[in-house]
């Protein structure tokens, strides 16, 4: 069963930090609001800005060992990944998100690397600590 982003949103308590991302090389996420949560089998790591009309959102699995940096490739989790632009939302088919755990698994930062459809490509950066 998926999680749906919006869901996460209004259940999770805001983290502290930041998102930004471009899509072919124009930015378009500035984030104001990031979250950082851990589920029973995935973390959930999601950057949005104006109202949810900007959002990326992903998961990685829980099992991961170690600080990292991990590269995990696309894959089916628990959250879908995910890119909003301009209230359009658009389902990631392909690409990775390296992630490095800090402070005992309580803050990450990384980056994605997103193919969406019609060859659009997300690129970004994150630095997020739990709310």
Known sequence: MQIEISSLL???????????????KQPFLKSDTVLFQQGVTDFFIIGMADNNENLVGFSVPVSLEGSGPHVVKYYT??????????????????????????NDRNSVEGAVDFLLPGGRKVSGTFDIAKG
Do not use: C, N, P, Y
Not at 10 to 24: L, N
Not at 77 to 102: N, P, R, Y
């Open 10 to 24: 209004h259940r999770k308590k805001a983290g502290k930090g930041s998102f930004d991302a471009s899509v072919d």
């Open 77 to 102: 989790g628990t959250l879908e990944w995910q890119v909003t632009i301009e209230g359009v939302v658009h389902a990631v088919e392909a690409g990775s998100v390296t992630v490095t755990f800090k």
